[in-house]
């Protein structure tokens, strides 16, 4: 996952123009220590979760508060989503087929 200068909350990001090439250098550098220090954590964006599921931003909004079938946490004011919270999300959603005759005994 790449972080974006967009996803960190508002006291951590840089308060005067800060050159890209900075920028960008900064978050190769936390996504690298994200990778070493915490190798199993994968989350997602409202964004990057409608991406995912093919569907807008909104139905994603919606799925989370409206039918509070996914399961999410705040980092500050941003919503983030679990990679385990949405792969099981999905596996809850899926119907039997004709073919899965194992689902249906």
């Given at each position: 996952?790449?972080?974006?200068?967009?996803?960190?909350?508002?006291?951590?990001?840089?308060?005067?123009?800060?050159?890209?090439?900075?920028?960008?250098?900064?978050?190769?550098?936390?996504?690298?220590?994200?990778?070493k220090n915490h190798p199993g954590i994968k989350v997602y964006t409202i964004a990057e979760v409608a991406e995912i599921l093919k569907c807008s931003e909104r139905t994603v909004k919606g799925i989370i508060h409206s039918k509070k079938e996914l399961q999410y946490f705040l980092v500050g004011k941003e919503i983030r989503v679990a990679h385990e919270a949405l792969s099981e999300y999905i596996k809850n959603k899926q119907r039997p087929t004709v073919f899965d005759t194992d689902l249906l005994q």
């Open positions: 996952m790449t972080l974006r200068i967009e996803d960190l909350p508002e006291h951590l990001r840089p308060k005067a123009e800060v050159p890209e090439e900075a920028i960008e250098s900064l978050m190769k550098a936390l996504d690298l220590w994200m990778s």
